[in-house]
Antibody
Framework: EVQLVESGGGLAQPGGSLRLSCAASGFTFSGYWMHWVRQAPGKGLVWVSRVNPDGSGPVYADSVKGRFTISRDSAKNTLFLQMDSLRAEDTAVYFC??????????????WGQGTMVTVSS | DVLMTQTPLSLSVTPGQPASISCKSSHNLLYSNGKTYVSWYLQRPGQSPQLLVYEVSNRFSGVADRFSGSGSGTDFTLKISRVETEDVGVYSCMQGLHLPYTFGQGTKLEIK
């Protein structure tokens, strides 16, 4: 079964850090672009970051640029999101998602269940 | 950023009746290869989003044929020919042509 399972969410203080993980199974992880998307409570979906199949070329939303780092470990079939200098507005459910298709403009076909990040003192 | 504006933001539909959601983009989403990179997602209550339609009108694998997408350029529509109770949730359009990827605000579909 194709599956993505996030972990690592929790409560962090403003200015603190968290590292999210997304374990992939059931497909050739190293063959896909991967994304992080977040959803603040009661709000819509917001794209956060994308990384190439080989781990190169990370891109970020302006709201997280310079604070978040996306990476992947193909040996462990795992996607990561290192979140530093956290702010209250980063509070959200964070989903990892698999990119569908052979172009970088494609949709996201597989989503994890999400992990909640709460930034509060 | 490309603004994706959905209407309506909420919809109440009787089972068996059709439903339609509009998504308007602030930028043309047609690429030089002839493809238009708009997709639609359904997020059922308490669940993660699922892909329904990609490249405007291609139904994703396993998606019921009562779902259809249409449109071009900057105007797109998702239609449900006959709403079923399992269609309850929030529908979102997304563009993938311009970074950052952007989503519409979401349209909440309820059953009457």
């Amino acid at each position: 079964e194709v599956q993505l399972v996030e972990s690592g969410g929790g409560l962090a203080q403003p200015g603190g850090s968290l590292r999210l993980s997304c374990a992939a199974s059931g497909f050739t992880f190293s063959g896909y672009w991967m994304h992080w998307v977040r959803q603040a409570p009661g709000k819509g979906l917001v794209w956060v970051s994308r990384v190439n199949p080989d781990g190169s070329g990370p891109v970020y939303a302006d709201s997280v640029k310079g604070r978040f780092t996306i990476s992947r470990d193909s040996a462990k079939n795992t996607l990561f999101l290192q979140m530093d200098s956290l702010r209250a507005e980063d509070t959200a459910v964070y989903f990892c998602a698999r990119h569908y298709g052979d172009s970088v403009w494609g949709p996201f076909d597989i989503w994890g269940q999400g992990t909640m990040v709460t930034v509060s003192s | 950023d490309v603004l994706m504006t959905q209407t309506p933001l909420s919809l109440s539909v009787t089972p068996g009746q059709p439903a339609s959601i509009s998504c308007k983009s602030s930028h043309n989403l047609l690429y030089s290869n002839g493809k238009t990179y708009v997709s639609w997602y359904l997020q059922r209550p308490g669940q993660s989003p699922q892909l329904l339609v990609y490249e405007v009108s291609n139904r994703f694998s396993g998606v019921a044929d009562r779902f259809s997408g249409s449109g071009s350029g900057t105007d797109f529509t998702l239609k449900i020919s006959r709403v079923e109770t399992e269609d309850v949730g929030v529908y979102s359009c997304m563009q993938g042509l311009h970074l950052p990827y952007t989503f519409g605000q979401g349209t909440k579909l309820e059953i009457k």
